[in-house]
């Protein structure tokens, strides 16, 4: 490294614009390993973290770096790590439990009580806790891998609860196709080639992408998409829904959705609330949220990269125009993955 310090987007407190300032390289202690950042993918939550919608973990000491959609190379290493060199070219898996729980021994550490997320990914460095946290980018570009690492890994994880209760030629139905979305409909066609995927959005240029990536309905999420899934369906309604938004609308237009023994996996946070009961619920139907995902599913996302059966659909911006990326997808107006370069 040629400068001891280094640009990061830091968090001050809700409702303030990100700072974009020079703070000192970290350097890496023990097991830690530090990555330099060569991509970062741009998320809704931090759009939450910044007006303060979503709280942090009980904590986390302000200011922070965000940023958990991370890919770049090994810059140094800690005395005591193993298994990694500098120079290799890894992805940050984001979820940091407390290693020990009943839940983070299962591989589910996104879902630990003591979890964090691994934020750092918008600056120029980042101080990862362990090489446990880094998967190989196996020669898949910086700048497609990093949204992966949570706009590819929650579909993922959330598909394969929907699975299971797929057969040949049953219909899903895809609420909101933003950077998760559109990559739920490649990996929900590279998983269950024969389902037939209903992409709803109330974007026309979202539903053309959907369109594009193998959905083989596209249908107006503002024109009653209820009643034009049953249309699609023959009135049996869809096997599974995936909702990526969680609104109010969109909560209301999946629930009629769904078919008998169905299953309807809601994804989003955008705080929507959904009426429950016997007579709301299709019968013998489920309904589950999912968070995430688990290390051996993003190594599952990159090899699906890797064999060309997923892209992400990215926008790529300077480090210091993330204040207006977040503006954007906040409002909507990202087709795909908003991905920083530093």
């Not at 066609?189 to 596209?218: F, N, Q, W």
């Amino acid at each position: 490294m040629t400068t001891s310090r280094m640009r990061a987007a830091r968090f001050y407190e809700p409702g303030q614009a990100l700072r974009i300032e020079e703070i000192p390289i970290p350097e890496p202690r023990g097991h830690e390993v530090l990555v330099r950042v060569r991509a970062a993918g741009v998320c809704h939550t931090d759009i939450h973290i910044r007006s303060g919608q979503l709280p942090l973990v009980p904590g986390v000491e302000l200011p922070l770096t965000l940023g958990h959609e991370t890919a770049g190379e090994v810059a140094a290493l800690g005395p005591d790590v193993e298994g990694v060199r500098e120079g290799d070219e890894v992805v940050v898996w984001g979820a940091r439990g407390c290693g020990r729980c009943r839940l983070c021994h299962s591989g589910s550490e996104s879902l630990c009580d003591q979890g964090t997320w691994l934020n750092g990914g918008y600056a120029e460095y980042a101080l990862i806790p362990g090489p446990r946290y880094l998967a190989s980018l196996g020669g898949v570009d910086p700048v497609q891998a990093a949204p992966l690492a949570d706009a590819g890994l929650t579909p993922l994880h959330a598909i394969r609860k929907a699975l299971p209760r797929l057969r040949a030629g049953d219909h899903v139905a895809l609420f909101g196709l933003g950077g998760l979305g559109h990559l739920a409909v490649q990996i929900l066609r590279a998983l269950s080639p024969s389902t037939e995927i209903i992409a709803v959005d109330i974007e026309p240029s979202k539903r053309a992408l959907a369109l594009k990536l193998g959905a083989r309905h596209a249908v107006d999420g503002l024109d009653h998409p209820a009643e034009r899934i049953a249309e699609i369906t023959g009135g049996s309604g869809a096997a599974a829904v995936l909702d990526f938004v969680g609104s109010d609308d969109s909560l209301r237009a999946a629930l009629p959705s769904l078919g008998k023994a169905g299953i309807l996996v809601i994804v989003g946070m955008a705080g929507g609330v959904l009426p429950i009961s016997a007579f709301t619920l299709a019968p013998e139907a489920s309904l589950t949220t999912s968070m995430w995902g688990s290390f051996p599913e993003l190594e599952e996302v990159l090899a699906l990269a890797r064999e060309g059966a997923i892209r992400c659909e990215t926008s790529v911006f300077d480090l210091e125009r993330l204040n207006d990326v977040l503006d954007q997808l906040a409002s909507g107006e990202v087709l795909g993955r908003a991905v920083v370069v530093p």
